[in-house]
Structure formats: C-alpha cells, structure tokens
C-alpha cells in the first residue's frame, strides 16, 4: 500500500536550488508578471529565438541566464546544428545548459489558472510533487495515482508492485486553448477545454502518448540526455512535432529503463491560440510522416546492454536512420542531429565541465 | 457527440443479492433502474426470501433455478460473490450492467444523481483508444478531441467491450490497506473516463460494471475461488481474476477496456481486521499471476470470446498449474464455464 503519509502532510519542498525553469520566447516574458509569486524562488533559463539583435526584457526581481542564438552558436560551435532556429524546440538549448536536477518547461502565452474552487493554481508544485512521487507503470491503478492523498492502491494490485517506479516526467494539461492540431483547429476553431480533470495518473508501459511541452517538468539527471526537440523550424521541411519527437524517444526509453511518465495535473491557463492555417503548413509532413513513426516507435526495442539514457538515445537514433530513412532523408538529418545532441549534451554536462557560458545575465 | 440513445431492452441489470432484504436498495435506485429489466441472483449460499419492492421489471434466480440449469455439481461456481455470473448466463440482451448490492447513487461535482446506465452505455457505445494515450482523456467526449501527435490512423477507435466504473466513499481497498487507513474515503470525483490502453492490466472491480455481453459475455468467468472466501468484497478476487482474463482477451480480440465514470456511493460493511485474519493464500497467489498474464498471448486461431477463454485455460493449466493446484481447478472451471454458456445459448 502506498506509504505516503508523510508526504501529505509536509508541505512540497521548494526545491529552488534544484530546478530551473526553462522559456523559450521570441515575443517578450511579460507572462512572468502573472507567475511570479509561484516562480520568483527560481532560476530562469531563457532561450530567446529568433533575431539575436533583439532585446528581450526580463521584468524585475527574477534570477536568470538568457542565451539568444548567437549564445548558442559560440558555445555549441559547430554542434549548434542541432539545435533548431525559429522554432520554440530551441527550448532544449535550456536543457543542455542547466546544472540542476530538475527542469520545467512553460510556454510564454501559458498563464496562472484556477482549480473549481477558484484558487490560483501553483503548478510549478504539482509537479515537483508528481516528480518527487513514485510511479506505477507496470499496472494500472484504477484510483489513478495512489501516492496522493485520500487515494490508495485499489484491491487486486499486486502488493509486489506497490513501491512503483521513479518519476522521470510530469506531463501538465492546459484549460481554455486545448493543444490540438491544425485540421482539428480548423474544424473546431471555438472548443475550449473547460473541464478540469482532478486527476494525475502514470502512463502505463509500452504506451506511447502525444507529450505536449508547454507545461512540462522532468527529471534531467534521469532522462535529459532523450529530451531532444528535434530539427524544426528555420531550413526543416516540419514543425509542431518537436515535444511530440522527443515525448516518444523518452517514453520507449523510460519504459526500457523502468521509470515513470505521469500526466494529468497541473493545469495552466493556455491563453493563445495559433495560426490554424500556418499551424497546417507546419505541421503537414508530420501528419503522413507520423503514421510510419508511430510503428517504428512502438516496435522500437533497446537492447539490455543499454543502460544509461545517452547509450539508449544513440542506439535509438540508430534505428532512426535504418528504419526511418527511407520515410524521407529528412529523418537521416534528425538521426545524426540526434548524435550531435549527445555528443554536445556530455561534452557540456562532463565532470567538471566548468560552465563557461558568459550570457546575457541580469 | 449526441448523447447515446439507450434502447431499453437491450439491457439487463444484475444484480448478485448477498442480503436478502433489498428493498432500500432497489429503492435508491429506482429513478435510474426502473426503466430496465433486472435480474437478480440470489447467492445460493443465502437462506430466506429475497425481498424487492413494486414497481420492477424483474426476473429472480435462486439455487433451485441454478441447479436446475447447469446441474448441481456445476452450481459451485455460482455461490457468493459470483452468483452474478449466472445472471450474466441468463441474460439476453446485449449489455449488461452489474453492480454490488450495497452500492447507492452518487452525486457528482454539481449535486445532481449520476445515472451510471446512461454513462456505462455511452462507454458502451462510443469507440475506445487502446493503442495510443489521448492525454485530454475520452477524445469523444463533448468538449474534448483528439490531442496535436494523436496518429490520424488510430483516431476511429475500436468497440469497447467493458466499461469499468468508480466508487465514492469506500473505494474498493482490500482489507490490509482498508485495516491501516480505517478513515480513508474517496471523496474525488474524477470527471473522465479513460482507454485502459492495450496490455496494460488493471485490477477489474466488479463492484460496478459494464459489459457487451455479445461480445464478452463468456470472458467474464467465476473461475477463481479463493479457500477463505467470504462475503465481503475484500475477501474476494473472483472479479480480480476475471479481469485478468477480459482484459487479455479483449487486447486479443482488439476491443477495449474503458475506465473512470459512473461512479457509484458505496457504504460500509464489514470488518477489515477481521478479514485480515482470514487465510491469505489467494492473494499472495495472485501475485504469480501478473507476469503470466503480462506475457500471455492467444493463437490467431482464437477468434470469438469462447475460443479464447478455452486457450486461455489450456494456458492457465499448463503453465500455472504447474505449480498451484488452485490454478489447476480455476482452468477447470473455466473450461466448465464455456461448456455451460454454450449449452444454455443452444437450448
């Protein structure tokens, strides 16, 4: 049974030494204004895309480190080719640079928004609190997640399974502007999510599932090296598909790591809807590509020699290049990018690697 | 997506009675049962009249009807708990919706009474998505789609064959965790319902069900007797074992399993700590079973529900038969179960 007690009754920690909190923007951060009595403990890492020449003004009072793309060029050099331009998956810049354990990853048009009872929902703590719980997706637990308080683990789940696994990923959800795709958007230009579903639950083993990065957090020491966001954007035939590349990457390799994906709460307030139309260009290639890669990801198997996530990812992005090549030769660019991403991942994040990435720094 | 329009008479109501009075029962959910046709079975195990208010469409099973319909020696399978099965025998309509005795209405988020056959039926009736996560839940659901990354190919879904619902209050906790946590109560009301995703297995509580009986009738199988049990629901993995087996075949068969609302209210009853004394042996047994029933995989030739209830009992006997003799009889009566559902559809 779930020995989480304790946990529901002490408070969240803060974890503010240990999490950094990733935006990329091409507009301007005044979102922050609404976040900042939930996000100010924390240090910001910006990945400002776009025009390099232009300044994006933090508001007051936050720590942060801001890398606009010429940042990215002097320290990735020639590795800066995988990193994409014009394309929020730049975000993962972010990723590569921070030197803490944990990361969340918010849209800037994601805003504060409220549970039923009309509270402002902290969303930053719900997922340190999905993170800090374990996972079960080895079984599925009808009462969705057991940890939390007044749940449990139901009748008929095998007690050996009732330690669950760790948490690498908290998948958050977005009220108002739901996260759908072009054609959908087209179709249903007003639906607006208002139905707050009061649950977190583990996504089981073996499934895979769209992972959206507006309103994410992860464990970076124990799957950041997969947190790719791919090839979009500036000079790539494809965009819109970076969370989703790198949601299936991570969910083949934590199931083959035994560790866990969680999705449910916390909701944020998605406030801007996007260009259905340039939404449709963008994302069109993807929408026929997808119907081989979903097969290729779920037929995907690691080998038991893999064991850490970089040995997984590189053995993945292998696969890539044999399987999904002849798909397009845009995914033969993508495998290598992804060895790039390896490659610039361990040289940045080696023991020792002082960080000598003098940025824009308040 | 308009709301599903419930043909009457294509469903039943079963209702296994382990308390013979059941007039408060059948009259907290008279606004939501009157409508339908019931089927009460009354656990063989149980002495005295079953008691039913007016005013139901109503057809009651006793030992004497069990024993007259698969003979004396197979009535064994029907006792406590799994007196419901018999009913699900009998039973002609396609769906069948089941539920404990001591379960009533509940209120959802905005106080109004939840009509669990209006949502198990809408379950019923709209396709489920076992093959890729939507993480905005039911994509069919009004006011929710399909998520950006949801492949176009898998949008149209599949037949969901069972539909597994919710409990307020006592949720359905088995007695160590009921015994350590004596005030827990589910008072979340979760408003969604989920796919239980392919080979995914979850713990089927048969404290509130649904069910394509054309479809997985024979799936549903009052196979498992544990040594100690009893009549209380968390003295029983009848309806644990069961899922099991539903769960698999309907993964083999490509339908799917749903999960989350209706909810039901379920009161209390019963002493944990004294369940807990109880012999263990079953629950412990069923612990072996997981990876069995994580790896199994039934032949292509394997094509209805009865097919695949066979195989899977020629399975269950040779591989975990081999070590308990308990799973050696659970095959047994899976086989027994098959043969009599055959037997009464043809007669």
């Not at chain 1, 720590?63 to 990215?72: K, M, P, Q, S």
């Not at chain 2, 296994?16 to 907290?28: I, W």
């Not at chain 2, 209006?118 to 929710?144: C, V």
Request: net charge negative; hydrophobic share 40%; aromatic share 12%.
């Amino acid at each position: 049974m779930a020995s989480a007690e304790a946990s529901s009754i002490a408070p969240t920690p803060l974890l503010k030494d240990e999490l950094d909190i990733v935006i990329p923007t091409i507009r301007n951060l005044d979102f922050l204004e609404m976040w900042r009595p939930f996000f100010q403990p924390y240090h910001l890492i910006i990945v400002q895309d776009g025009d390099p020449s232009k300044v994006i003004k933090v508001p007051e009072g936050f720590d942060y480190e801001l890398y606009n793309r010429n940042d990215i060029n002097r320290i990735l050099g020639p590795k800066a080719s995988c990193i994409s331009f014009k394309d929020s998956a730049c975000r993962c810049f972010g990723y590569m640079v921070s030197k803490k354990k944990y990361i969340y990853t918010i849209d800037d048009d994601c805003f504060v928004a409220k549970d039923p009872s009309g509270k402002s929902i902290n969303a930053l703590e719900q997922h340190i609190k999905n993170l800090l719980c374990p996972s079960t997706p080895h079984f599925f637990n009808t009462l969705y997640d057991p940890y939390r308080e007044g749940a449990d683990f139901v009748r008929g789940y095998p007690f050996s399974l009732r330690e669950g696994a760790k948490t690498a990923v908290s998948h958050g959800l977005w009220l108002n502007i739901p996260d759908y795709d072009a054609p959908t958007q087209l179709v249903k230009p007003r639906e607006r999510n208002t139905r707050y579903v009061d649950m977190v639950l583990t996504i089981p083993k073996g499934t895979l599932f769209p992972m959206c990065g507006m309103n994410l957090a992860f464990d970076r020491e124990l799957i950041g090296p997969a947190m790719y966001f791919g090839l979009m954007g500036d000079g790539q035939p494809i965009g819109r598909y970076d969370d989703m590349w790198a949601g299936w990457c991570v969910k083949v390799i934590c199931d083959h790591l035994g560790l866990g994906v969680k999705t449910g709460l916390p909701y944020i307030w998605h406030s801007k809807a996007s260009n259905p139309f340039v939404n449709l260009k963008k994302e069109y290639k993807g929408i026929f590509w997808q119907e081989e890669i979903i097969p290729f990801f779920q037929s995907a198997v690691l080998p038991k020699e893999c064991t850490s996530v970089q040995q997984c990812y590189l053995e993945l992005s292998k696969q890539v290049k044999e399987k999904l090549s002849k798909v397009d030769p845009y995914f033969d660019k993508l495998a290598d990018a992804m060895v790039t991403w390896i490659d610039a991942w361990d040289e940045l994040n080696a023991e020792g690697a002082s960080a000598q990435l003098s940025n824009g720094k308040a | 997506m308009s709301q599903a329009n419930i043909m009457d008479n294509e469903v039943d109501i079963v209702i296994g009675a382990l308390h013979s009075d059941l007039t408060t029962f059948m009259n907290e959910w008279r606004p939501v049962f009157s409508r339908f046709h019931l089927i009460i079975v009354k656990d063989p195990d149980l002495s005295g009249e079953i008691q039913i208010p007016e005013g139901f469409n109503v057809d009651v099973y006793t030992r004497s009807d069990i024993d007259r319909v698969v003979g004396s020696s197979t009535s064994v399978l029907f006792s406590g708990y799994s007196c419901r099965y018999f009913g699900y025998l009998m039973s002609r309509k396609k769906y069948v919706i089941s539920i404990d005795d001591d379960c009533i209405p509940a209120k959802d988020n905005e106080g109004s009474l939840v009509d669990i056959v209006a949502q198990h039926i809408t379950n019923l009736t709209t396709p489920a998505t076992p093959f890729f996560f939507n993480t905005l839940y039911d994509p069919y659901r009004k006011g929710a789609d399909f998520v950006r990354g949801y492949p176009f190919s898998l949008r149209e879904g599949v037949t969901c064959a069972l539909s597994c619902g919710l409990w307020l209050n006592l949720a359905d906790y088995d007695a160590p965790t009921q015994a350590l946590k004596p005030e827990l109560r589910n008072s979340r009301y979760v408003d969604a319902v989920l796919t239980v995703p392919v080979r995914a297995m979850l713990p089927l509580s048969g404290i509130n069900i649904a069910f394509d009986r054309e479809l997985v009738g024979p799936a549903l199988i009052p196979a498992l007797k544990l040594a100690g049990e009893g009549k209380f629901r968390w003295e029983t993995m009848e309806d644990i074992w069961s899922g099991m087996c539903v769960k698999v075949i309907s993964d083999h068969m490509g339908l799917g399993v749903k999960s989350g609302l209706p909810y039901v209210w379920r009161n209390e009853r019963g002493n944990a700590i004294e369940s807990l004394k109880k012999e263990w042996e079953g629950v412990k047994l069923m612990e072996e079973v997981v990876p069995f029933f994580q790896a199994v995989r039934l032949p292509q030739s394997a094509v209805t529900a009865e097919d695949c209830v066979v195989e899977l009992a020629k399975t269950v006997k040779e591989q975990l038969g081999q070590s308990y003799p308990m799973f050696v009889r659970a095959a047994e009566a899976m086989v027994e179960w098959i043969k009599v559902w055959k037997a009464v559809r043809s007669g």
